[in-house]
């Protein structure tokens, strides 16, 4: 070795980690100050996601699939009268009518020449339904009765409308509905022409609901990023929220009044209630 050369040795005491005999159990070493995990809630945030993952998949949520369309489905709407009917409409216009129980689809009808917006049955008789599309109709239809197999190509009642209709849904109790595009309008079922019309603004209405309880309580999004609630008894909305991203479906809760579920851009589900808008 040189002069002045630093020489490092690493000693260890045998005792402090072996055996005096081989009947005696080993010795395990432990670190009791492990230093502190900053990260340690966000694993076990994603350990537990991971795991409820799994458990919904394993629980096999996965019914049926109800093939037929040709092109992407675009509406769906769900008799308020008979829950084991269901109505779907296509990019292609065509709307087909499902009984859940056998999955079996009872009747095909060619509504509209285009992308169909929008469909929502009579909640009072459920004998009809409504159907909006790109192509600026606005179509009456009458479900089969007995349901079974038809082919409709004859609507009950057909209104041009002067601008693209984004969304109808029927008012609770009522025949009346109401449809959105530049405005909102409420119609009767037996007029060509709405009987109130609300202007809320430059901005396109693409999503509308009717309170399946309150007659009189629809709520509404626009392309602005803002939701709204509007009672067709008053001139203007009662109340407007504007969210971060865009909202671009809307649901009532059945069993809660007051409650409603808005689908954003955002992949999130926010749910309202109607006296505290200003936040979900």
């Known amino acids: ?31 009791h100050n492990l230093p502190t995990d900053s990260f340690r809630a966000q694993t076990e945030y994603t350990r537990a996601l991971n795991a409820t993952k799994l458990e919904r998949v394993f629980a096999k949520p996965f019914l049926a699939s109800l093939d037929g369309h040709t092109e992407g489905v675009s509406a769906m709407a769900k008799h308020p009268l008979r829950d084991s009917v269901v109505l779907s409409a296509s990019r292609d216009g065509q709307v087909r009518i499902w009984d859940l129980p ?23 008789e459920g004998l009809s339904y409504v159907t909006v599309g790109q192509d600026c109709q606005l179509k009456t239809w ?11 190509s004859v609507p009950l009642n057909q209104i041009t409308l002067d601008g693209v209709a984004h969304g109808v849904s029927h008012l609770a109790s009522s025949t009346d509905f109401v449809t959105c595009g530049d405005d909102v309008s409420v119609w009767k079922a037996n ?16 999503c509308i609901k009717g309170n399946p309880i309150e007659e009189a309580v629809i709520v509404g999004a626009t392309m602005d990023r803002s939701i709204w609630v509007l009672d067709t008894r008053a001139q203007a909305p009662l109340k407007k929220v504007t969210m971060k991203l865009r909202p671009n479906a809307i649901s009532w809760n059945p069993m809660v009044i007051n409650e409603f579920v ?9 749910t309202f209630d109607l006296r505290h808008l200003s936040h979900p």
């Open 191 to 206: 007029r060509d022409t709405p009987v109130r019309t609300y202007k809320l603004g430059v901005n396109t209405i693409h």
């Open 102 to 124: 056998t999955k079996n689809c009872l009747a095909t009808v060619q509504s509209h020449d285009g992308p169909l917006n929008g469909i929502s049955v009579d909640s009072v």
């Open 1 to 31: 070795f040189s002069v002045g050369m630093k020489v490092k040795v690493i000693s260890r005491n045998p005792d402090d980690y072996l055996r005096e005999t081989k009947h005696d159990i080993h010795k395990l070493v432990r670190n």
């Open 142 to 152: 009458r479900l089969p009765h007995p349901i079974g197999g038809k082919k409709m």
């Open 262 to 270: 808005v689908a954003n851009d955002d992949y999130n589900l926010y």
